[in-house]
T-cell receptor, first 114, second 115 residues
């Protein structure tokens, strides 16, 4: 079935350093890949997404890359700040007439130390 | 910015009892979802709903679960006879379209505790 793997499960960086989180997906028909940030006790919030017709997308300090051939995509956060500390989830979605169902990865707990 | 709203924020119930979790999706969204997140684990898909019927459901969504859109604004998840393992955070989400990639917007969740 559909599956999304995510690594690492935890990531600790010094403020100002970069952080990279990687995901692989199993369904080759997947065509939409969002990233969500979840702070403790709160809802997942979309921070960036990429569609299968694009290889890279950037929004200020956040960028996502997609390699369709290898079926993997990555989140890059540059110049990390303590407020970036949270759990990050990747997800994948396949086009379906009546749903945008997302399959989530297992999450990465990012800690940014001042 | 419009938001998905969920009530209650926390529900405590005894094993075997029925619970109904309520959601108000964003008003111009047509596709609705329920997800579950057990403490410390990933977000798991339960069910998607469009045009007053279930469009897809996961293995988790067994006969104990049901969804309903009783009126033009609410979207509910019912668990008929709760089990201890149903304890989790339940997130409602909605999206504008289902015919192509569309961001899901999540509510703040209902924390369900089954004792």
């Amino acid at each position: 079935g559909e599956n999304v793997e995510q690594h690492p499960s935890t990531l600790s960086v010094q403020e100002g350093d970069s952080a990279v989180i990687k995901c692989t997906y199993s369904d080759s028909a997947s065509n939409y890949f969002p990233w969500y940030k979840q702070e403790l006790g709160k809802r997942p919030q979309l921070i960036i997404d990429i569609r299968s017709n694009v290889g890279e997308k950037k929004d200020q300090r956040i960028a996502v890359t997609l390699n369709k051939t290898a079926k993997h995509f990555s989140l890059h956060i540059t110049e990390t700040q303590p407020e970036d500390s949270a759990v990050y989830f990747c997800a994948a979605s396949t086009s379906h007439p009546n749903t945008d169902k997302l399959i989530f990865g297992t999450g990465t707990r990012l800690q940014v130390f001042p | 910015e419009p938001e998905v709203t969920q009530t209650p924020s926390h529900q405590v119930t005894q094993m075997g009892q029925e619970v109904i979790l309520r959601c108000v999706p964003i008003s111009n969204h047509l596709y609705f979802y329920w997800y579950r997140q057990i403490l410390g684990q990933k977000v798991e898909f339960l069910v998607s709903f469009y045009n007053n019927e279930i469009s897809e459901k996961s293995e988790i969504f067994d006969d104990q679960f049901s969804v309903e859109r009783p009126d033009g604004s609410n979207f509910t998840l019912k668990i008929r006879s709760t089990k201890l393992e149903d304890s989790a955070m339940y997130f409602c989400a909605s999206s504008v379209t289902g015919t192509g990639p569309s961001p899901l917007h999540f509510g703040n969740g209902t924390r369900l505790t089954v004792t």
